[in-house]
């Protein structure tokens, strides 16, 4: 949802480590191993200068991030909103003007793990929904396309690793714990054929932007694992192939 806020941001910065092991394109700064200011603005640099992603490294684009299959939220009884929502498919946009503010644990040594604090101001979730419910003892059923915006994205993602030792000695790490905290301050929802009715579908989605901040509840954890997990796969994909060794400036 703001799914994969995370992805991307470790995404982006092991796809730039990457580039240091293979060839480095000119316009992008090699950083000393724990020097969180020059990584943040270098993860800044290739998100602001290659929103369309550098295919010959393989990072994808930034700007239209896809997904299936994204479980949100599952009822839960005795709330003013009880969810129970998916997208079968799932486009994101807006990460294309993420800033990151703070990156901290990149050190030549591994020890503690890592931690990236960033903002993006508007991110928008396209995709094809299913939804059953209640909102304030009112029904929720409906099967469409939908519009999500959440505004004013502040993230915070914490990973760690266990060392793996491969040929030559080289470390590479493996996941062992993913979290991302993501705050926002504004929902803005649009679900198509609510209640199989143009009409009261206007009417619900007006009433679950009125209370967007009850709605938020019922959907912040889900949206959280939902990036937590695909953030996680994706991670896990890149630093199995990826020397730790290899990531920073020689020194």
């Given at each position: 949802?703001?799914?994969?806020l995370?992805?991307?941001?470790?995404?982006?910065?092991?796809?730039?480590?990457?580039?240091?092991?293979?060839?480095?394109?000119?316009?992008?700064?090699?950083?000393?191993?724990?020097?969180?200011?020059c990584?943040?603005?270098?993860?800044?640099?290739?998100?602001?200068?290659?929103?369309q992603?550098?295919?010959?490294?393989?990072?994808?684009?930034?700007?239209?991030i896809n997904?299936?299959?994204?479980?949100?939220?599952?009822a839960?009884?005795?709330?003013?909103?009880q969810?129970?929502?998916?997208?079968?498919s799932?486009?994101?946009?807006?990460?294309?003007?993420?800033?990151?503010?703070?990156?901290?644990?990149?050190?030549?040594q591994y020890?503690?793990?890592?931690?990236?604090v960033?903002?993006t101001?508007?991110?928008?979730?396209?995709?094809?929904?299913?939804?059953?419910?209640?909102?304030?003892l009112l029904?929720?059923?409906?099967?469409?396309?939908?519009r999500?915006?959440?505004?004013?994205?502040?993230?915070?993602?914490?990973?760690?690793?266990?060392e793996d030792?491969?040929?030559?000695?080289?470390?590479?790490l493996?996941?062992?714990k993913?979290?991302?905290l993501?705050?926002?301050?504004?929902?803005?929802?649009?679900?198509?054929?609510?209640?199989?009715?143009?009409?009261?579908?206007?009417?619900?989605?007006?009433?679950?932007?009125?209370?967007?901040?009850?709605?938020?509840?019922?959907l912040r954890?889900?949206m959280?694992?939902?990036v937590?997990q695909?953030?996680?796969?994706?991670l896990?994909?890149?630093?199995?192939?990826?020397?730790?060794?290899?990531?920073?400036?020689?020194?």
């Open positions: 949802m703001c799914l994969r995370v992805w991307l941001v470790f995404c982006l910065i092991y796809s730039w480590t990457s580039l240091v092991h293979a060839q480095l394109p000119p316009d992008i700064e090699q950083c000393v191993a724990g020097d969180g200011i990584i943040a603005n270098v993860i800044n640099f290739i998100i602001k200068q290659h929103p992603g550098i295919p010959e490294i393989g990072l994808d684009a930034l700007d239209a997904f299936d299959n994204i479980i949100v939220s599952e839960e009884p005795d709330t003013p909103l969810l129970s929502l998916k997208f079968n799932l486009t994101v946009h807006g990460f294309e003007n993420t800033t990151i503010l703070r990156a901290k644990g990149f050190e030549k020890q503690r793990g890592f931690e990236l960033g903002f101001p508007l991110l928008r979730l396209d995709g094809e929904y299913e939804a059953t419910g209640k909102l304030l029904p929720l059923e409906g099967k469409s396309q939908a999500v915006q959440l505004k004013d994205c502040k993230f915070t993602c914490r990973a760690k690793a266990a030792r491969r040929v030559e000695g080289k470390l590479f493996k996941i062992t993913f979290k991302c993501l705050i926002i301050s504004g929902l803005h929802v649009n679900f198509e054929n609510l209640l199989n009715n143009k009409e009261l579908s206007d009417t619900m989605n007006e009433l679950i932007n009125n209370n967007w901040q009850d709605v938020w509840q019922a954890v889900g959280n694992s939902a937590d695909v953030a996680e796969t994706i896990t994909r890149v630093l199995s192939q990826l020397s730790y060794d290899d990531f920073y400036k020689p020194t």
